[in-house]
């Protein structure tokens, strides 16, 4: 019978031994469980202020979209300026045409009036920004 007693204690003393060993595994396993819970906490709020950030990028390109857009059109292009620079010539040469018959007429005024001699009338009409045809 002590031998019975025996195979008795030591079966308890595994028993005995295999639950410590499991409440240890289930002590750890509910540290780690704890730990892995901070961890998902932490990442929740991590993702939202991404979240935010996002929002907030998302804001921020739309505001440059409407304003590089505003910029497109109120640009001004190259063959528009071209065109306008064109423009701006021609009425700059016409303004000369315009002053420079209005200067031949006055020295061919003086002329005949005596003021200016024939060849001081024709050096100054000779000084003309625009080809004269010669003479006849």
Do not use: C, W
Not at 12 to 39: M, P, Q
Not at 45 to 59: A, F, N, P, R, W
Not at 74 to 82: A, I, N
Not at 83 to 97: H, P, T, V, Y
Request: proline residues 3%.
């Amino acid at each position: 019978m002590s031998q019975s007693n025996t195979t008795l204690d030591d079966v308890l003393e595994a028993i005995n031994s295999f639950a410590d060993h499991t409440e240890e595994r289930f002590y750890n396993l509910s540290n780690e469980i704890v730990g892995i819970k901070k961890d998902v906490g932490s990442l929740k709020q991590d993702v939202g202020s991404l979240k935010q950030d996002v929002g907030s990028l998302k804001q921020d390109v739309g505001s440059l979209k409407l304003k590089v857009g505003s910029i497109q059109a109120q640009m001004v292009t190259k063959s528009y300026l071209d065109d306008k620079l064109a423009d701006l010539r021609g009425d700059l040469i016409s303004n000369d045409r315009k002053q420079d018959k209005k200067i031949d007429f006055l020295t061919r005024t003086l002329e005949s009036k005596k003021v200016l001699t024939a060849k001081e009338a024709d050096a100054i009409i000779s000084l003309s920004p625009f080809p004269r045809p010669p003479k006849i």
